[in-house]
């Protein structure tokens, strides 16, 4: 199967249902962003904290893996250069559909988040890397590729899953029941049934692979990135979100 082809276009599909990491920023929260209020999400509902962003007036900013119209507009109201590098053409539109209906100026790239050589060494003095890394089955090259491109001392803003949230029985989960059933590490591709798995794809949903926190946290440190900055997010529309925080943020910086 070729993945990538596939999760575009479950992503493109995504738009048009309307999911929540698809919708637009609007014209108000631009507006904030133009006056220093700045509220980017890497997680499902804690705001970047002001004080992990470095200068973005002029600053080359990445977005990585992060179309939908949502982290590269606001940053781009700041006066950052923002190039937005996502899979799916349609989260790519969301993005421009913005830029022009508030005049701003985005670098639009199409690509696979594992892949950057369209991008100069050295590029970036800042990487936002909202949760998105689950949609591909080998995350250690992501954060190679995201410190080549990285000035020395630039940041890398990211969010993901934490690994313990596919323990659970996704059916039971939906449910408001937690059943734990599946070994980590977890990937729809094995762990669905056959039935199941095709009932997944004939519904164009995105496939999904669970990473360690080794891969997410000891990956970025393999790469020579400094951790300096870390939080954690529950899901409020999930039932696990009533006992633990199952996302995660980080900054880091180029050493």
């Not at 499902?44 to 990585?64: H, I, K, N, S, Y």
């Not at 985005?106 to 949609?135: C, K, Q, Y």
């Not at 659970?168 to 980590?184: A, I, P, S, T």
Request: proline letters at 7%; aromatic letters at 8%; a negative charge.
């Amino acid at each position: 199967m070729d993945i990538r082809a596939y999760n575009r276009d479950a992503w493109n599909r995504q738009v048009v249902r309307q999911n929540p990491w698809t919708l637009p920023v609007s014209h108000e929260e631009v507006m904030a962003a133009r006056q220093g209020d700045l509220r980017i999400l890497l997680t499902p509902t804690r705001f970047v904290p002001l004080d992990w962003f470095p200068p973005l007036a002029g600053a080359e900013v990445l977005c990585l893996a992060s179309g939908g119209g949502q982290q590269g507009p606001l940053l781009a109201a700041c006066g950052a250069r923002v190039t937005v590098f996502d899979n799916s053409p349609a989260q790519l539109a969301q993005d421009q559909q913005v830029a022009e209906r508030e005049g701003l100026n985005l670098t639009l790239v199409e690509g696979d988040m594992r892949d950057l050589s369209v991008f100069a060494d050295a590029a970036f003095d800042l990487i936002v890397h909202p949760v998105s890394n689950v949609f591909v089955p080998d995350v250690l090259p992501v954060w190679r590729e995201a410190s080549r491109v990285l000035r020395r001392g630039g940041v890398l803003l990211a969010g993901f899953n934490n690994p313990v949230l596919y323990l659970f029985d996704f059916d039971e989960l939906d449910q408001g029941r937690l059943v734990v059933k599946n070994k980590l590490p977890y990937a729809d591709l094995t762990h669905l049934s056959p039935e199941k798995l095709q009932q997944f794809m004939d519904e164009g949903l995105p496939l999904e692979w669970s990473h360690s926190l080794e891969e997410q946290i000891g990956g970025q440190l393999a790469a020579g990135l400094v951790l300096t900055g870390f939080y954690e997010d529950v899901d409020p529309t999930s039932v696990l979100g009533e006992y633990i925080p199952s996302y995660i943020a980080t900054r880091a910086v180029k050493s």
